[in-house]
């Protein structure tokens, strides 16, 4: 049996286990759970007030694609951490390509900036 191959066993025993035991918590949840259902219980929650509107509510895209905007530029900032961490062991290449990264993310910022997009209303 391959060394590197035993890891991959204790990955799949631990997978297994933890959704055996996820399982075993959500039956036994299932089968303590109330079972009476009210009117009460039914109602959408506002903070203790009766609902005035409809659950129906348009919102404006630019809060979608301000959410988008945030999202791309913080999973790309997460990648600088790793790059950190190891950076002696990469030298002058590695500095410049990752200057060359930070130039595309604030080109990217830049532009949409200028678009408008990180204005709220």
């Given at each position: 049996?391959?060394?590197g191959m035993t890891n991959y066993y204790y990955v799949v025993a631990?997978?297994?286990?933890?959704g055996v035991f996820?399982?075993?918590l959500l039956s036994v949840a299932r089968m303590l759970r109330p079972r009476k259902i009210s009117?009460?219980?039914l109602e959408a929650y506002?903070?203790?007030m009766e609902p005035f509107e409809g659950n129906w509510t348009q919102y404006s895209a630019r809060f979608y694609v301000f959410a988008l905007v945030f999202l791309i530029f913080d999973v790309e900032i997460a990648f600088l951490y790793p790059w950190g961490t190891v950076f002696r062991d990469f030298g002058v290449t590695s500095l410049i390509e990752m200057f060359v990264f930070i130039?595309?993310?604030l080109l990217g910022l830049v532009y949409a900036w200028k678009k408008g997009v990180l204005k709220w209303l």
């Amino acid at each position: 049996m391959n060394a590197g191959m035993t890891n991959y066993y204790y990955v799949v025993a631990f997978a297994i286990v933890g959704g055996v035991f996820g399982g075993l918590l959500l039956s036994v949840a299932r089968m303590l759970r109330p079972r009476k259902i009210s009117k009460t219980k039914l109602e959408a929650y506002e903070c203790g007030m009766e609902p005035f509107e409809g659950n129906w509510t348009q919102y404006s895209a630019r809060f979608y694609v301000f959410a988008l905007v945030f999202l791309i530029f913080d999973v790309e900032i997460a990648f600088l951490y790793p790059w950190g961490t190891v950076f002696r062991d990469f030298g002058v290449t590695s500095l410049i390509e990752m200057f060359v990264f930070i130039g595309v993310l604030l080109l990217g910022l830049v532009y949409a900036w200028k678009k408008g997009v990180l204005k709220w209303l």
